[in-house]
């Protein structure tokens, strides 16, 4: 079992940048896969960025490739998510999620533990 709390979220300008935090508690954090999700009101969740469980392979949606980074610190069961250039079609409820995967992969079903999600805002 793994619990996630997400936080960093909040409002900023178009063009600027955010740093979300995932911290995990639990068992074997650095065995899991993880992903970046967002949810914006009245869509789909979809799929924002995801990493291995060494930090070696990273995978992003085209529409935040270049702009978003996603990495890890096993040693403090920590996920994060570098967010520069953002846009108002950023704006969503941005989630953590933990897989019991080898390898990464963007299909939110693969994905075994969530956390709450934090809100990010992106003003015009």
């Known amino acids: 079992q793994v619990q996630l709390v997400e936080s960093g979220g909040g409002l900023v300008q178009a063009g600027g940048s955010l740093r979300l935090s995932c911290a995990a508690s639990?068992?074997?954090?650095?065995?899991?896969?993880m992903g970046w999700f967002r949810q914006a009101p009245g869509n789909e969740r979809e799929f924002v960025a995801s990493?291995?469980?060494?930090?070696?392979?990273?995978y992003y949606a085209d529409s935040v490739r270049g702009r978003f980074t996603i990495s890890r610190n096993n040693a403090d069961n920590t996920l994060y998510l570098q967010m520069n250039s953002l846009k108002p079609e950023d704006t969503a409820v941005y989630y953590c999620a933990a897989a019991r995967l080898t390898f990464i992969s963007p299909a939110h079903s693969k994905y075994d533990y969530w956390g709450q999600g934090t809100q990010v805002t992106v003003s015009s």
């Open positions: 639990g068992r074997a954090f650095s065995s899991y896969a």
């Open positions: 990493i291995d469980w060494s930090g070696g392979s990273t």
